[in-house]
């Protein structure tokens, strides 16, 4: 948890700066407009955790984003009977997903990196050739009260970090955690590696589901939703501390990372700074966290208490 | 804040670098779009807050199109698709050719509603001619490049025509000229930079589309009232056109433009935007739109804030018109009409029957109204549809469209 500190500390600045700029961000109308809409990003920020930290990627979670939302607005089609039956389709789809992609990287043995990529690049045509590139039917006021009413999306947020929390408590977490660690090491002790790691993408695919549902709910239907978000969400595991290629990091300052790129985007919107900027500092970001973990690493080294 | 200030401060000196800093008066500016800024130009009063005139403004087209809104359009009224303003027409006696014929499309994309809309138009409309015996269509999926070769492959496919709705402008030039000697082609909706195609169809263009709405806003909102602008990208001529129109009107007029942002036509993106603006500034009290796809998205901030909705500028998408109804707005809908997707054909059978057509088409782009609102909204067809098809009376229609 350490390592995580940092994080928090820079979550805490920005919070203060946006505050100062902005009054009204103290107000619970506010705040809740906040929490609102970093929902959908922490929560997918959350199921990237899973997979980065057993030493893998997602990026099929952006595509994902988006057929959850096409596919939500086609088959509900304004119809508010439809609104459950869909929205668990939506689950086992993410579900399915994240197993597909669990079971080509791990028995298939093809990296993941090239599994949800080819995911991605599948999902977002298919998406294509299904809508002709431009999404039909519309969504029931029933599905979009999780998005827009900060209530619900504030509450579905907390379960889903709470759940995140007990998960990485529980035995999941630790053999989760030494599959990403030393693969080899953990094998020989008896985890399931592989098994761990399918698991680890059916969650990140869960949160892309309910990451759509989130904002679907939001803003309505849209082929552009899911745009770019496998970015935000592993710039925000990364900017929690998460070590790429897995074994360490923390799924409390995991979310809080993407806490803290919400809060960025929010401040820099504020102060009238936002579109293509938000991509480079996303990029500044993304190197400047992994060159920070890595000046680290050789310094712990040397310490030779840790050794 | 502080890019805005480097703009307004590079604006005033290179204003006060000319003689003159009055804003334009007209037929100065010079015809070619792609040269310069045209520093004169650009210098609004800092208060506006609409930043510096963009480069793809030229004053002529502006004043052209301003003053086409109100000339009466030739044709039958009852089809607006046939109808052009102010036509300079052209002989075509050298395609006359007999029938059946084989007519060929060169589709830029069909990757938004409003290109869906217009694309199954154009469908049903062939399906009306039994002249027509092949109709050979190919999407370029919105890349420049894939449309230079479907045009390429098309003259090779025996087309009595040609139409083509170019990707964007200047790229897709070479091969517009390339096709012309071959075969008649017809361009529409956007443009391209030569003028060796038998007819430009379009409607009267984004200058008269974005002065709508911002003269709709100026009527409505008081004096010294907080405007926010919403554009979808920059560098798109047509959208660029739009913008520059309103430009000029918010300039004159008394209110403040407090913001231009682009929201890549995203709606989470368009409505976390608007959310901001009411969260720093209290209250807004009109909103600009360069295109409606997103005005939903935008109106749901106000109501989420629980703020009141402001005057508003949307397009003729089923749902703006459904929640302009519902919520009793006060609004206006510009229209870039889909109906213009049935011209092409129409002007390509006249070619080839060697009938006389507009060297450019104007066609009429009406405005939604309040008072017209009644007529567009049709509350069985989907959300994503666009009123102004002209489709009504089609065989296929609802079906087609995907109403009911």
Not at chain 1, 208 to 230: C, K, M, N, P
Not at chain 2, 191 to 217: H, M, N, Q
């Amino acid at each position: 948890m350490k390592r995580a500190i940092p994080i928090f500390l820079v979550l805490a600045g920005l919070l203060v700066a946006i505050a100062v700029a902005n009054p009204y961000f103290l107000e619970p109308a506010g705040f809740l407009g906040f929490l609102k809409r970093v929902a959908p990003l922490a929560i997918l920020a959350a199921g990237q955790y899973f997979v980065i930290v057993s030493g893998e990627f997602d990026l099929s979670v952006g595509s994902l984003v988006t057929v959850e939302v096409v596919v939500a607005a086609r088959l509900i089609d304004g119809d508010e009977a439809m609104t459950w039956p869909v929205l668990a389709l939506l689950i086992v789809i993410g579900l399915l997903v994240g197993l597909v992609n669990g079971l080509v990287t791990t028995k298939l043995r093809v990296p993941s990196f090239i599994t949800t990529l080819g995911a991605m690049l599948i999902l977002s045509g298919a998406v294509f050739l299904w809508t002709g590139g431009a999404p039909r039917g519309a969504l029931s006021q029933g599905f979009r009260v999780f998005g827009r009413e900060g209530v619900w999306a504030v509450l579905i947020l907390l379960v889903a970090v709470t759940a995140a929390v007990l998960l990485m408590r529980a035995d999941f977490g630790r053999t989760l955690i030494a599959a990403g660690d030393n693969e080899r090491a953990a094998r020989l002790s008896g985890v399931r590696v592989d098994r761990v790691r399918v698991f680890a993408f059916m969650l990140s695919g869960l949160s892309a589901a309910v990451a759509g549902i989130l904002l679907g709910g939001f803003a309505g239907v849209s082929a552009q939703v899911g745009q770019s978000l496998e970015f935000q969400a592993i710039t925000a595991v990364v900017l929690g501390g998460v070590v790429l290629g897995g074994g360490r990091g923390h799924v409390v300052a995991a979310i809080a990372g993407a806490f803290t790129l919400e809060a960025l985007f929010t401040l820099l919107n504020l102060h009238g700074i936002s579109g293509a900027l938000e991509y480079a500092v996303q990029g500044v970001i993304i190197i400047a966290a992994v060159a920070a973990g890595g000046l680290r690493l050789p310094a712990l080294r040397l310490s030779p208490s840790k050794v | 804040m502080r890019r805005l200030l480097v703009a307004l401060a590079a604006s005033a000196l290179l204003a006060a670098g000319c003689a003159s800093d009055l804003p334009p008066t007209g037929a100065s500016a010079p015809p070619d779009s792609g040269t310069s800024a045209a520093p004169a130009e650009t210098s609004a009063p800092a208060s506006a807050g609409t930043g510096e005139q963009s480069e793809f403004f030229v004053q002529a087209d502006y004043d052209a199109q301003l003053a086409m809104r109100t000339q009466t359009a030739e044709g039958p009224a009852d089809k607006p698709w046939e109808q052009a303003i102010a036509p300079q027409m052209v002989d075509t006696a050298k395609y006359k050719k007999d029938g059946p014929y084989h007519l060929c499309f060169s589709n830029a994309a069909v990757n938004n509603p409003w290109r869906q809309v217009g694309w199954t138009t154009m469908q049903e409309e062939v399906a009306l001619h039994k002249e027509i015996k092949e109709f050979t269509a190919l999407d370029a999926e919105g890349k420049d490049d894939k449309q230079i070769s479907d045009i390429a492959e098309l003259q090779a496919k025996g087309c009595d025509a040609l139409i083509i709705s170019p990707n964007t402008t200047a790229t897709l030039t070479p091969a517009v000229s390339g096709a012309c000697p071959a075969v008649p082609v017809i361009v529409f909706d956007r443009g391209v930079e030569t003028d060796c195609p038998v007819t430009f169809i379009k409607p009267i263009g984004g200058y008269a589309f974005g002065a709508d709405g911002a003269e709709f806003l100026i009527e409505k909102v008081p004096a010294g009232g907080k405007v926010l602008a919403l554009r979808i990208l920059p560098g798109v001529d047509v959208l660029e056109n739009r913008w520059a129109a309103a430009k000029v009107a918010f300039d004159k007029s008394q209110l403040e433009v407090v913001g231009v942002e682009f929201t890549d036509g995203d709606a989470a993106k368009t409505k976390s935007i608007v959310s901001d603006y009411i969260a720093r500034h209290g209250k807004i009290d009109g909103v600009w739109m360069d295109a409606g796809a997103t005005a939903v998205a935008a109106i749901e901030a106000f109501e989420d804030a629980g703020a009141p909705v402001p005057a508003f500028v949307g397009e003729d998408q089923q749902d703006f018109l459904q929640k302009w109804k519902d919520g009793n707005l006060t609004a206006v809908a510009p229209t870039y009409p889909t109906y213009q997707w049935r011209t092409p054909i129409i002007a390509a059978l006249k070619i080839l029957k060697g009938e006389e057509v507009p060297k450019q088409w104007n066609l009429p782009q009406p405005k939604i109204t309040q008072e017209s609102l009644g007529t567009y909204l049709q509350p069985d067809m989907p959300l994503l549809h666009y009123a102004l098809c002209g489709c009504e009376s089609m065989p296929g229609f609802p079906g087609k469209w995907g109403g009911k």
